[in-house]
């Protein structure tokens, strides 16, 4: 059997669900997408940072906001933030952020056995974890 590979190549995979927010100041009503595997991978390794060795550290400093940068778009599937709105993001609403970061990680299929595993899910340091 020969498989045609355009036919995954071409599909039309990528979602766009509604979240509702309900904080004060917000919309209402904000959609996430799903990140294709070149940008979760690109998150993923904005996590990890790779020493000599074996040696890792952790950057978890704004994860949330940087994740929400990612997903939060419009109805239509545009990004509402780029990657230098992380820091301002980062200034907003935990609430909020969790709520929109929660709806992201189920649309994206990122568990938290994911997360912890990117963590190293031990008690080493994070190296850039302050608030």
């Keep these: 059997m020969v498989f045609d590979k355009n036919l995954i190549l071409n599909a039309d995979d990528l979602e766009i669900r509604e979240v509702k927010i309900g904080v004060k100041g917000w919309p209402e009503v904000l959609w996430v997408r799903t990140l294709t595997g070149a940008e979760r991978d690109s998150w993923e390794a904005g996590i990890v940072n790779l020493g000599p060795g074996e040696d890792k550290s952790y950057n978890l400093k704004n994860i949330r906001a940087r994740f929400v940068s990612m997903v939060a778009c419009e109805k239509s599937g545009n990004r509402i933030f780029d990657n230098g709105d992380v820091a301002a993001l980062g200034t907003k609403s935990a609430q909020a952020l969790d709520l929109i970061f929660d709806?992201?990680?189920?649309?994206?299929?990122?568990?938290?056995?994911?997360?912890?595993?990117?963590?190293?899910?031990?008690?080493?340091?994070?190296?850039d974890c302050s608030i």
């Design 103 to 127: 709806a992201g990680q189920k649309l994206n299929g990122i568990r938290d056995d994911d997360l912890e595993g990117l963590a190293g899910n031990s008690a080493a340091t994070p190296a």
